[in-house]
């Protein structure tokens, strides 16, 4: 079965995330990952990682207002030096934690007229991140989100995201795929997975729909475990759910599905 992770910034929200380390092995995650850790030092971070003998997988670069409802940054054209400097903050971050994989979020076009300027934006911004990552070891992706949730968002499709990686031809940016936003989509998780392992470097997942633990919604979780299992993908599968109670209560699947 996958190597699962607890996406801290979804999971254990009970406790303060500083104290979701804690909880996160205590359950037994040997890995965690934090859509954004800014508000922890990247030193913070690093001794509870030591702490709790856990592997910080995947981080994002900031991405402004996006999850106000606002465009983001990494593809907005009059954003560029703003986005320069959230990679430089993630950059430091990546220094200090050395994380499989950083996430570089694509962002919302607003105005449709103005979409392939956008999309050029992004390209653009996604090679200065893989240039700045690369020497570090780092992975970097990035990821496609559904346009039902979040209207507007550049890449909302594995098509788009294929598309972006055949076009910039580089060797050190991959795919997050997100097998729920993909089902929101109406695509085949199972079989892109099957297909295109070689091209992602992380999987996040929840159910669909609602987003919440495997078992609340149609996915078949046991396919789609197997087929990562069967793909060849190595790295590692976040759980980025929203629980439907207490965290710990949500777990069977993870009893039933990881056998390490």
Request: hydrophobic share 40%; with cysteine; glycine share 8%.
């Amino acid at each position: 079965m996958p190597r699962f992770t607890a996406n801290l910034s979804m999971l254990f929200t009970e406790v303060e995330l500083i104290d979701r380390f804690a909880a996160a092995r205590e359950h037994g995650f040997n890995a965690i990952e934090i859509q954004f850790p800014y508000e922890l030092g990247a030193e913070t971070i690093k001794r509870k990682l030591a702490e709790q003998g856990l592997q910080l997988v995947l981080f994002n670069v900031p991405a402004d207002d996006l999850l106000q409802g606002g465009e983001g940054l990494a593809c907005v054209p009059e954003k560029q030096d703003q986005f320069r400097e959230a990679l430089a903050l993630a950059v430091d971050y990546a220094k200090e934690l050395r994380p499989a994989a950083i996430n570089v979020l694509p962002g919302r076009c607003l105005d449709p007229a103005r979409y392939a300027d956008y999309l050029s934006t992004f390209k653009q911004n996604l090679c200065l991140a893989a240039d700045a990552f690369s020497p570090l070891g780092v992975k970097t992706v990035f990821e496609a989100i559904n346009s039902l949730d979040m209207p507007g968002f550049i890449i909302d499709t594995g098509a788009k995201m294929l598309a972006v990686l055949d076009e910039l031809k580089r060797r050190d940016i991959f795919l997050q795929y997100d097998i729920y936003h993909m089902l929101r989509m109406g695509e085949n998780p199972a079989a892109f997975i099957a297909e295109h392992a070689k091209r992602i470097g992380h999987i996040q997942f929840a159910d669909c729909p609602g987003r919440g633990q495997p078992g609340t919604g149609h996915a078949d979780w046991a396919a789609l475990f197997s087929a990562i299992d069967q793909s060849g993908y190595d790295g590692w599968t976040g759980a980025e759910y929203k629980p439907s109670g207490a965290t710990s209560t949500t777990l069977g699947w993870l009893n039933h599905y990881d056998h390490r």
